[in-house]
């Protein structure tokens, strides 16, 4: 039995980096779809459409999710 259906690919950047987020199908996991990033990020969702979003965004950051990188970034002590 097949259990990897489908594999999608997302490329970007993030933090300066450019990224490759991998989308895959397995059946054999109670949460079905998951996506790997290179920079080492891993999830899992039930919801293929929540997957798309969420690598979509990783890949491609919005002005808002930049913004809150710097100001975590400027908030660590040195």
């Not at 996506?35 to 969702?45: A, F, I, V, W, Y």
């Amino acid at each position: 039995m097949l259990t990897q259906l489908w594999v999608g690919t997302y490329h970007g950047a993030h933090d300066g980096e450019r990224v490759v987020v991998t989308t895959t199908r397995d059946d054999t996991q109670p949460l079905p779809y998951g996506l790997t990033c290179t920079c080492g990020l891993s999830q899992r969702h039930t919801d293929p459409v929540r997957l798309d979003r969420v690598a979509w965004r990783h890949t491609h950051p919005t002005l808002w999710d930049r913004w809150m990188l710097k100001i975590r970034q400027m908030r660590r002590p040195a």
